[in-house]
């Protein structure tokens, strides 16, 4: 039988995972048959595991944490959420978010039967005012989002963690893709800034870690608590986990990924990368595009629908934001070179 081929990233433009680091799937390869869900019998990922999550301390300016590897940003917004909801005395729990949130939260509220509030952004982001006004004392948590989705915009988390003081609700920071650039810039996002109390932080994205690579981390390991259930036929006697057999590949990898490339491997891809979103806004607003200003290496331009289909028909992939922009991501696998080819076809057309 002949065997398919994964997809080429020679013009993917839209996803926010990239290829690993060449450390990062050779650890992988190495720990496929391993499961960190059952630590008694896989002690060496187990370990792994703990290294990883304090790795992920070290980039999240957290000098004690707690967490593990999800199986991505969904599992990890889903457990923070459920975290609040089991912490609160309330039996009508609701999530403040603004409408920028990833719709993995529309998920845990279906799943934990959460009702989720979206207060409308301004320029992109958060805006705390119009978060404040849906809070009341059945909110478990509010959310901020550090490198949104569509724009790679960043929300002020310290008004927002104010905001969750003031109700005793939890705040937790969505940073599942802006988390491994964020330390070079000026923006206060992580547990070093202010008083968030969870956050999410892939490390497969741009972590450059394989997938399956997702990470969850908390404030205090108490909070960990809330999670917690018995395992009678483990040799560990609880789980906090969300999946019972999870990918020791994954563990593996982001351990590697994150030996390899913190702090000074990441810094400069976050300075190529940062470099290309802003060589591409250029040459889109040379051509005439409204073009969002990048803060993180997300492009977003009001290039047509039909300009868009062109585009896919020749092999580009990309994508659109909700109000219909074309939007660019510039992983470390996109590359200058590759985007002087993008824009010649966007000229052709």
Not at 42 to 61: F, M, N, Q, W
Not at 186 to 193: G, Q, R
Not at 291 to 305: E, G
Request: glycine content about 6%; overall charge negative; proline content about 6%.
């Amino acid at each position: 039988m002949q065997l398919a081929e994964p997809q080429d990233f020679e013009r993917v433009l839209s996803s926010m995972c990239t290829e690993p680091h060449p450390a990062a799937r050779e650890a992988a390869e190495r720990f496929l048959a391993t499961n960190p869900g059952d630590p008694g019998t896989y002690e060496t990922v187990s370990d792994l595991e703990t290294r990883a999550v304090e790795l992920l301390g070290a980039v999240t300016g957290h000098p004690d944490p707690a967490g593990y590897v999800t199986s991505g940003g969904t599992e990890a917004n889903i457990q923070a959420v459920r975290i609040a909801r089991n912490r609160a005395d309330t039996s009508d729990p609701n999530v403040v978010a603004p409408a920028s949130a990833h719709f993995s939260f529309t998920k845990a509220a279906n799943v934990l039967g959460v009702e989720l509030r979206t207060a409308p952004t301004t320029g992109h982001r958060a805006d705390p005012e119009a978060m404040a006004e849906l809070v009341d004392e059945d909110t478990v948590c509010v959310v901020a989002v550090a490198g949104s989705t569509e724009y790679g915009y960043v929300d002020p988390v310290p008004a927002i963690a104010d905001l969750a003081a003031d109700v005793d609700a939890l705040c937790h920071v969505d940073a599942a893709w802006g988390g491994f650039v964020l330390p070079f810039t000026d923006h206060e996002w992580d547990f070093s800034d202010t008083a968030i109390d969870t956050l999410t932080i892939d490390p497969h994205k741009m972590g450059q870690a394989a997938i399956p690579a997702g990470g969850l981390l908390v404030r205090s390991e108490r909070l960990l608590d809330e999670l917690a259930i018995e395992t009678p036929y483990l040799e560990s006697t609880s789980q906090v986990t969300l999946t019972g057999t999870r990918s020791g590949a994954g563990v593996a990898s982001a351990v590697a990924a994150m030996e390899e490339l913190w702090p000074a491997g990441y810094r400069e891809q976050y300075e190529v990368s940062m470099a290309n979103a802003e060589w591409l806004a250029d040459q889109l607003r040379a051509r005439g595009h409204d073009v969002v200003d990048p803060d993180l290496p997300v492009v977003a331009a009001d290039l047509s629908v039909p300009m868009t289909e062109e585009l896919r028909s020749r092999g580009w992939r990309v994508s659109k934001t909700g109000a219909g922009e074309m939007r660019v991501v510039c992983m470390p696998h996109v590359t200058r070179s590759m985007l002087r080819s993008f824009v010649a076809d966007l000229d052709w057309y």
